[in-house]
């Protein structure tokens, strides 16, 4: 079985394939150009690579590649450009994150296929008692009205927790929300906790793209640490 990665020439995406390759998974990406990722992706024997923009795939193309996979990660973003901020398309995430799960959905697999987002502390979990601050809270709805990736980041994660919720037959999910990213060479040890511990707004951390990528590609390879987080 292969894992289906979107988002992978990505400053984490290219981490996260790379995680999975030394894990022994085969893995399949979807980049618009291969030009970003490091030889050892490219020549590796167990990548496949499609050159595709996932929202330029037709629903049977999709499904297509999704065909023999058991995991889908998405590491998907905006530039952090004007026209990448403020361009189209503004729902980038949700959009690709919808038409997989759809894709999923119609391939009828046996058992349930996972579903690794990686999103960002920025957003609560609605299903758990995540208390945030008054200040916080003024400075997210400002960023709902000024950020368009925010909202796309909050809008992605909600479908999973509540389009596809905690019983679906052939999806199950896990959301990641990594503090503001940092660029390290080695993975380091790391807490995971359900919740964040900090403000992310007003006493952000730091968590390295690296650790991101290795949990998420643990996540992927370990039933119990999956089993453990997943929803």
Not at 43 to 56: F, K, P, Q, R, T
Request: aromatic share 4%; proline share 3%.
């Amino acid at each position: 079985m292969a894992t289906l990665v979107v988002g992978a020439s990505g400053a984490t995406g290219r981490l996260l394939v790379d995680q999975l390759l030394k894990h022994g998974r085969n893995v399949r990406i979807i980049v618009r150009s291969a030009e970003n990722l490091s030889e050892f992706i490219k020549d590796h024997e167990n990548i496949s690579v499609i050159n595709a923009s996932v929202l330029g795939l037709s629903d049977a193309e999709m499904a297509e590649h999704l065909n023999g996979c058991d995991s889908v990660a998405s590491c998907l973003g905006h530039n952090m450009s004007l026209k990448g901020i403020y361009g189209s398309p503004r729902r980038l995430v949700t959009e690709a994150i919808t038409r997989l799960c759809s894709a999923i959905k119609s391939n009828n697999s046996d058992k349930p296929i996972k579903f690794v987002l990686m999103n960002t502390t920025g957003n609560r979990n609605r299903d758990l008692h995540e208390p945030i601050s008054f200040g916080q809270r003024c400075v997210i709805a400002l960023l709902r009205l000024m950020l368009p990736p925010h909202v796309d980041n909050e809008r992605a994660a909600d479908y999973l927790r509540s389009t596809v919720g905690q019983d679906d037959r052939a999806i199950e999910w896990s959301a990641v929300r990594p503090d503001n990213l940092i660029n390290e060479d080695e993975v380091t040890d790391y807490d995971v906790h359900p919740s964040p511990t900090r403000s992310a707004i007003f006493n952000a951390g730091e968590t390295s793209r690296i650790n991101v990528a290795n949990f998420m590609a643990r996540l992927i390879t370990d039933d119990d640490i999956w089993n453990e987080w997943k929803g």
